[in-house]
């Protein structure tokens, strides 16, 4: 049982498989739309179980809840090598260009 209040992560389903947008790709059509939502614990609940949470921005959202605690896991990708070189290339053209 998680307490009340925690940080949490719950799943919702927006749009079952047959409900999808027609055109999709197939193996896009073929799983559901679902959103995960972060936020507070509105009561006791169990993972795997429906939940309702508020988010940061005060709405209530209900879904199955899927973590506890959860991090940030998003990143950038990894560094575009032609992009790395840019920076010091435009700071030598702005110095040639200005008389620096």
């Known amino acids: ?12 389903i927006i749009l079952p498989p047959g ?4 055109g999709l ?7 559901p739309l679902q959103a995960k ?3 507070f614990l509105a009561a006791e609940a169990i ?9 940061l921005s005060g709405r ?21 090598p032609e992009l790395l070189e840019v920076g010091p290339e ?3 053209r702005l110095r040639t260009n200005a008389g620096i």
């Open 37 to 39: 939502v972060k936020g």
């Open 1 to 12: 049982m998680i307490e009340a209040g925690s940080w949490v992560m719950i799943e919702q």
């Open 25 to 31: 790709p197939p193996d896009t059509a073929a799983v």
């Open 90 to 92: 435009e700071r030598e």
């Open 47 to 55: 993972p795997g179980e429906i939940a309702t949470i508020r988010t």
């Open 19 to 22: 409900k999808r947008a027609p």
């Open 60 to 80: 209530e959202v209900s879904g199955r809840l899927i973590a506890v605690n959860p991090g940030y896991t998003h990143g950038f990708g990894d560094p575009v």
